[in-house]
C-alpha cells in the first residue's frame, strides 16, 4: 500500500515557477510508475506528466517543455518543476502510482492547489 501527500501548491504570476512534491510512506516508490494530474473546474482531469521505473518521462502536449518530472527514490519523493506558467496551468494537482503493469492508477494523493494569475 502507497499513502502520498502533495505539497509545494500556491499562487503565482503568469510566466513563474512552482515545484509540487509529493511524499510517500508504505511501498517504495522505485516499484512503481508515477505521474501528476490535475484538474481544473468543470473541466475533465488531464495527466500532465509520467515517469516509469526506468525514469522514462512523457508530458502532455499542454505542458511540454515546460514541466518536469522526477523522483528521488533514496527519499521516496516525486516532484514536478512547472515553469513558464500561465493561467490555464490553474487547477488542483494530484499525484498518483501504480505498479507499471497496471492499466489503472491505484493510489492517489490528496491534491494541492496552483493558482496562475
Known amino acids: 500500500h502507497v499513502q502520498l501527500v502533495e505539497s509545494g501548491g500556491g499562487s503565482v504570476q503568469a510566466g513563474g515557477s512552482l515545484r509540487l512534491s509529493c511524499a510517500s510512506s508504505?511501498?517504495?516508490?522505485?516499484?512503481?510508475?508515477m505521474g501528476w494530474f490535475r484538474q481544473a473546474p468543470g473541466k475533465k482531469p488531464e495527466t500532465v506528466a509520467i515517469i516509469d521505473t526506468d525514469d522514462k518521462t512523457t508530458y502532455a502536449n499542454s505542458v511540454k517543455g515546460r514541466f518536469t518530472i522526477s523522483k528521488d527514490n533514496a527519499k521516496d519523493t516525486l516532484s514536478l518543476q512547472m515553469n513558464i506558467l500561465k493561467p490555464e496551468d490553474t487547477a488542483t494537482y494530484y499525484c498518483?502510482?501504480?505498479?507499471?503493469?497496471?492499466?489503472?492508477?491505484?493510489?492517489y494523493g490528496q491534491g494541492t492547489q496552483v493558482t496562475v494569475s
Open positions: 498518483m502510482a501504480r505498479p507499471c503493469d497496471y492499466d489503472d492508477w491505484l493510489y
Open positions: 508504505g511501498n517504495s516508490l522505485s516499484a512503481y510508475c
